[in-house]
């Protein structure tokens, strides 16, 4: 299948779902080239509204898509296998985009043969700053694999790794944004309660968050001694850093991480 003149069909088109068609379009693959289905008959119009796509329904989308992107919630995927699997020829490429379902999970639901890849991106692809993290089930090559990055790499930067490691990038990058924007609004709160206004507040925290990440990407550097590089003796940032250990911020971290990986096991286990 040659880069954009394959038919991708984003079945389920939700917050996730609309990352992937708008960022396809942003990087110039054909309008033409992508289906989409929806649930409701106004969240179709206003998909093709905002983006121009066909939107049709779950079959048809099977049968004129040489890809078939799943982004429905876990907890509908078995309801929709149904309903699609037994018409999806072995030769078409199904890509889930299903929090903490495993490629086995849809191969039971397949035809025999039918390759899948399992994707976990994150919602920073509205700005092409996602982080996509690739697997491949038993039945997908390199091929398939290479196809899957040509689609998400306009989204920002791809990664492969073994499927046993998706859960964990699921609760790492995956749920990662939540975590940082958390840190954002506590140390925004933080600056209002030190005499700041808010939006002073903000600027200052959104501009050191991303000039922190842009330096941790591009330095090469580890973390510890960009950290250390900040932290001068008896000041202002030992201090601060000190206060963060003794209330467990790492341990917090460690800990919810944890949850989010075994919510995304429950997840598999409730699918089922």
């Known amino acids: 299948m040659a880069p954009g003149r394959h038919t991708v069909a984003v079945i389920g088109a939700g917050k996730i779902g609309e990352l992937m068609l708008s960022g396809l379009l942003r990087s110039g693959w054909p309008v033409e ?18 983006y121009g796509v066909r939107v049709v329904d779950n079959l048809t989308a099977v049968e004129e898509a040489a890809v078939l992107a799943i982004s429905v919630k876990p907890q509908d995927a078995a309801t929709l296998l149904d309903e699609i699997g037994p018409k999806v020829p072995p030769d078409k490429l199904v890509i889930s985009l299903c929090a903490g379902l495993p490629t086995t999970f849809f191969a039971r639901r397949l035809p025999d043969g039918t390759p899948v890849v399992r994707v976990m991106t994150n919602t920073p692809a ?13 039945h997908a090559t ?14 920002g930067a791809t990664i492969r790794v073994p499927e046993s490691q998706q859960d964990a ?9 939540a975590y940082f924007y958390l840190l954002v609004e ?3 709160d933080a600056g209002i309660l030190l005499g700041l206004p808010r939006q002073v507040a903000h600027e200052l925290i959104v501009q050191t968050a991303i000039g ?8 090469g550097e580890h973390p510890v001694k960009l950290r250390e590089a900040v932290t001068s003796p008896a000041g202002t940032t ?3 850093v000190r206060e963060l250990e003794k209330h467990g911020v790492r341990a917090a971290l460690l800990a919810a ?3 989010a990986r075994d919510r995304a096991r429950e997840l598999a286990a409730q699918a089922e």
Do not use: W, Y
């Not at 289905?37 to 969240?43: G, I």
């Not at 390199?142 to 989204?155: D, S, W």
């Open 212 to 219: 922190s990440a842009v330096m941790l990407r591009d330095s």
């Open 33 to 50: 080239r992508l289906l989409a289905t929806a649930r409701r008959p106004a969240r179709a119009e206003e998909l093709t509204a905002r």
């Open 142 to 155: 390199g091929a398939h694999l290479a196809l899957a990055e040509e689609m998400f790499t306009p989204l």
């Open 238 to 240: 030992i201090s601060a």
């Open 169 to 177: 990038v699921t609760a790492l990058s995956g749920s990662g944004p």
């Open 257 to 259: 991480l944890e949850a």
């Open 186 to 188: 506590a140390m925004i």
């Open 126 to 138: 509205l700005v092409d700053q996602a982080m996509t993290a690739i697997s491949a089930g038993a």
